[in-house]
C-alpha cells in the first residue's frame, strides 16, 4: 500500500508540473528555479549554522583519553559544501531566467529517470503476473523524449517548456495507471496459496483416507 501511495504522489506532482508548464510555460520554469535556489540557500544556510554551532562547543570542553587522543572538542571542517549551496541558492533565486535551460535539462533528467522507474516496476510486476506489450509502450515513448530534449535544444524555450510540460502531465497518468496494476498482480499473486499449503492439504487427505481404511 505504501508503494502505491509513493506512485500516486509521484504521479500527482507530475500532473501538476506538467499542467502548470504547458498553460504558464516561462512564469512555471521561472518560479521552479526560484524555488531551486531557495532550497539551496536553506540547505547552506543550516550547514553553515550547524558549522558555527559545533565550532563554539568545540572550544568549550576538551577531553583526552588514556593514549592522549582527542575526544570531544574536535574542531569541524569547514562547511564548502553548504557555502556553495549557499551562493548557488541565492544566484538562482535572484537570476532565474540565466538557468531555464538548465532547468530544462534537469526536468529531462527527471524524465528519464521517471521513465527507466516505470521499466523496474513494470518487469517487476511481470515475474508475478501479466504484464501486456501496451504498457511498455508509454514509458518508451518518455524515454525518447527526455533524451530528445538533451540532446536537442529547442528554441524558442516555451516550446520545450510545452513538450516537457506534455510529458509530465503523461508521465503521471501512465504511473498511476501502472501502478493501479501492479498493484492488482500483487494482490493477486498473494491470494494464490503456496506449494507449502497445498502438500499439507493433500498430506492431511491421505492420512485420513488411509485412516478410513483401516
Not at 506532482?13 to 499542467?19: K, L, N, R, S
Not at 508548464?21 to 550547524?50: D, K, M, N
Not at 501492479?182 to 492439504?201: L, T
Request: aromatic share 10%; net charge neutral; hydrophobic share 50%.
Amino acid at each position: 500500500m505504501k508503494v502505491l501511495q509513493s506512485s500516486f504522489f509521484r504521479a500527482i506532482i507530475a500532473i501538476i508540473v506538467g499542467t502548470l508548464l504547458i498553460r504558464y510555460r516561462e512564469e512555471t520554469a521561472t518560479w521552479l528555479t526560484i524555488l531551486i535556489g531557495v532550497l539551496f540557500f536553506l540547505s547552506g544556510v543550516i550547514s553553515c549554522t550547524v558549522y558555527y554551532s559545533q565550532k563554539k562547543r568545540a572550544g568549550d570542553t576538551v577531553v583526552y583519553d588514556a593514549q592522549g587522543n582527542q575526544l570531544t572538542g574536535l574542531r569541524p571542517n569547514f562547511p564548502i559544501v553548504g557555502l556553495g549551496s549557499l551562493i548557488l541558492g541565492v544566484i538562482l533565486a535572484l537570476m532565474p531566467g540565466t538557468f531555464l535551460y538548465g532547468l530544462m535539462y534537469i526536468l529531462a533528467a527527471i524524465l528519464i529517470l521517471g521513465a527507466i522507474n516505470q521499466f523496474v516496476n513494470l518487469s517487476l510486476a511481470r515475474k508475478i503476473g501479466h504484464v501486456g506489450a501496451g504498457y511498455w509502450i508509454m514509458p518508451s515513448l518518455l524515454l525518447l523524449a527526455g533524451l530528445f530534449v538533451i540532446v536537442k535544444r529547442i528554441d524558442p524555450i516555451s516550446t520545450m517548456l510545452f513538450i516537457i510540460g506534455w510529458c509530465m502531465l503523461i508521465y503521471g497518468i501512465v504511473e498511476c495507471v501502472n501502478a493501479i496494476k501492479i498493484h492488482n498482480e500483487r494482490r493477486k499473486y498473494e491470494a494464490v496459496p503456496g506449494p507449502s499449503e497445498g502438500g499439507e492439504c493433500l498430506t492431511g487427505e491421505s492420512s485420513e483416507s488411509s485412516a478410513s481404511e483401516e
